[in-house]
């Protein structure tokens, strides 16, 4: 699959053009490493909108569709071990 979508800010326009699939997503908070995360099951935009629910003060969000669930995992531990992210945080 692609690369990670450029930084978009969480808007309720920007969520609705991330598409229903499969997926890894990095939330940013302004210079902090990001929180890491993955979606199964056509649950990108769905997940995403939910952590913005539990995470306060995200700046902007990063995106990758992938085929499918197993490869979203996949890429999660490569971005976590590229990131190297304080998970809890954010």
Do not use: C, H
Not at 39 to 58: M, P, S, T, V
Not at 69 to 89: H, I, M, T
């Amino acid at each position: 699959m692609g690369k990670l979508s450029k930084k978009i800010r969480p808007t309720e326009n920007n969520l609705s053009e991330i598409p229903n699939q499969s997926g890894n997503y990095l939330l940013f908070r302004g210079n902090k490493p990001p929180y890491v995360g993955s979606a199964g099951a056509g649950n990108l935009q769905k997940r995403i909108k939910q952590q913005l629910n539990i995470k306060r003060g995200i700046t902007s969000i990063r995106y990758k569709p992938t085929s499918s669930e197993r490869e979203a995992k996949a890429w999660e531990k490569k971005y976590r071990d590229k990131y190297n992210p304080e998970q809890e945080k954010i």
